[in-house]
Structures are given as C-alpha cells and as structure tokens.
C-alpha cells in the first residue's frame, strides 16, 4: 500500500520543486503563486465548493479510465463517452415537464448513462469481435461525439428561437438542483463517491472484478482460466462508458441545464492524468480529482494576484504526470507495447507487483 501512495505523492513533490525552478527564473515567488492558488481553490466557502464541483466530472471520467485500464483496456475515449452522455441527457430532459422530481432525474441520469455505455460498448465490441486497437478507436469516436454535439445544437436539438447554438433547457423537474446555497454544490459529487465506493468493492472484493484484473494482468493466463475475455471486453467498455456518459449528464442537470457547443474542456483527457496520478484506485480517483480540480479552480485566483499565466496549470500538469511516469516505467512500457499492438497485454502497474515467473 505504501509503494502505491508514496510514488505518487514523490511526483507531486518533485513536480512542486520543478516548477518552483521555473518560476523563480521568470522572477515570480513560488509561495506567492502557490499561495495564490490554495486561495483560490480552497480559500472560501464558495471556492472550496466550486472546486468540488469542478472535481465532479473528473471523479467520473476518472473512475470510467481506471475501470478500463484496469482490465488492460486504454480507454482513451471517455471524453466522447460523456459528450453522448450528456447529449442523451439534453436531448430527452426537455421533455420530462410533467415527471415527478426524482423520477426525472432518475431518467435524465440514466439516459446519460445508457448512452456513454453505447458509446464504450462500441469500442469494446470492435476491439473483441474486430481486434482494432481501442486507442484508436476511442480517439476517434471522440471526434464523432464531438461533431455530434455540434451538429445537433446547430440542428434537431436547437431552441426554438435559434438565436444561439444551444438546445433548449431541461425540464426543471429533471434539474439537480444547488443544495448548499450559496454555491453550485449539488448532488453530482455524492453520485461519484458511491460511484467510485462501489468501483472499489467490485474490482477488489467480487469475482466480477477478479476477473478484470486477471485479464488484465494476463489475457492468456485468463483465457486458461475460462475467462471469456471477448465478452468481458465489450462488457467492461460499456461500464466504462457508462461511468463517463453519466458524468455528463450530471454535468447537464446539475450545471449546464442545456447543450453547448464545447461543452467538456478535455475531462476525459485530463482524467487520464487523475486515473495515473491515482494508481488506478477507484477511492484514490476522489483525492486525484479534487487535486485537479483545485488547480483549476485556483488557476484564476494565480493570475490575479500574481499576474501568472493560468497556462502554468497545465504545466503543473504535465510535470506531474511526467515525473509519474519516471517513477513507474512499467506503467509507461505498458501503455507502449499496447500502442504498438502488442499481442498480448499485460497491465504494467499489476505486472510491477507480480513476483518474476
């Protein structure tokens, strides 16, 4: 346990360090900026909630990448999975008018959930029935989620005054709505720590999630085992999917209330990152997360006080999860050989914990 909580907080230390460096050769002061930026993140009660609220989806599209990833699976699309989440979401919560309150969120949430699972489904039956690499296919189905969410504000989803490419609001039966006023913290975040409790007590504790982790770690070692190793690749990609379409409905009935254009920055991007930083931990997902989000959050706070740019964030970012990286070669090696089309997949970071054979 201590291997797994340590490399990752020695990334966070030397990535702190590093950009430290930098910033004192930009003439900037390190604790300033990094003052700033708990200010902003956690430095009032409306900051420390809007952090939480940022965190949200990337609890989501996290606990979807670490689901996959877990079984071996490079799901790389969980930002298109929670595009047609949400667009499921947006396009059936005008309509519930009439519903009863939790009932209609009920649908709207599951609609977003269906609709992700669809989408994941989708990779997962090219990679088991067509062998096509699920990189690829994720990344690409990301695009088409993203043209389709263009096409359909600008088109069947538009509102009715067509004056901004934006579908009309859902039906404010379906809206989950700000419980802690004066904030937007809303129901979204309880969602995803059941979400990523229950997350935990499958992969480690059910033969469901003994299952994944064999295929993971070993596919031809699972398919000696009687795994079925193509069902189970179409199924976990549908969860996974599942995870992250969900996280956009959340996003529509707790925040958005309606479609945009653009609507994720890169979530399921970024919760790549979270689900590294994170070791792959359905609990640990939570804590990554709200580190993220708290960059994010306090990105702004930094540019105001410091006159830093908020692109530093991205930075902080990227030095994270390259010093990740450099603590767990493994982990890197793995997601190499599967780029590759290796064959056989074997999970690097479960590889790292097996003794040689």
């Not at 947006?90 to 209609?104: E, M, N, R, S």
């Not at 990301?142 to 579908?167: D, K, T």
């Not at 994720?264 to 990152?273: Q, T």
Request: aromatic share 8%; proline share 5%; charged share 10%.
């Amino acid at each position: 346990m201590l291997p797994s909580v340590a490399k990752p907080a020695a990334a966070l230390a030397l990535a702190a360090l590093s950009i430290s460096i930098i910033l004192l050769a930009l003439g900037a002061s390190p604790i300033g900026v990094f003052a700033a930026l708990g200010e902003g993140a956690f430095g009032s009660w409306y900051a420390f909630t809007d952090t939480i609220v940022k965190a949200t989806p990337l609890v989501f599209t996290g606990l979807a990448i670490s689901l996959a990833f877990s079984g071996a699976l490079w799901n790389i699309g969980a930002d298109g999975q929670l595009v047609i989440g949400a667009i499921a979401a947006g396009a059936i919560g005008p309509w519930l008018g009439d519903w009863p309150h939790p009932v209609a969120i009920a649908v709207v949430l599951s609609a977003g959930a269906v609709g992700g699972a669809i989408w994941g489904g989708l990779a997962g039956w090219l990679r088991a029935r067509r062998d096509v690499n699920e990189v690829i296919s994720t990344i690409m189905l990301n695009f088409v989620a993203a043209q389709m969410l263009s096409w359909v504000v600008h088109g069947p989803l538009m509102e009715p005054s067509r004056s901004y490419p934006a579908s009309s609001p859902i039906a404010a039966s379906a809206e989950l709505g700000f419980y802690f006023a004066p904030s937007r913290l809303n129901l979204g975040m309880l969602i995803a720590v059941i979400l990523a409790a229950a997350c935990y007590v499958v992969l480690f504790h059910t033969s469901a999630g003994f299952e994944l982790r064999a295929m993971g770690r070993n596919r031809r070692a699972a398919t000696f085992f009687r795994i079925r190793i193509e069902r189970l690749t179409i199924v976990v990609m549908a969860l996974s999917g599942a995870l992250a379409g969900l996280g956009g409905a959340v996003q529509v009935s707790a925040i958005t209330h309606r479609l945009f254009e653009k609507l994720s920055p890169g979530w399921g991007y970024e919760a790549i990152a979270v689900a590294l930083v994170a070791h792959l931990n359905p609990l640990g997902i939570i804590a990554a997360a709200l580190f993220f989000g708290a960059l994010d959050n306090g990105s702004q706070a930094m540019q105001r006080s410091q006159n830093v740019s908020p692109v530093l964030v991205q930075v902080i970012q990227g030095m994270v999860i390259l010093f990740l990286l450099a603590f767990d070669t493994p982990l890197w090696s793995g997601m190499r050989k599967t780029m590759l089309g290796d064959s056989v997949m074997t999970d690097p970071i479960a590889a790292a914990e097996l003794p040689d054979a």
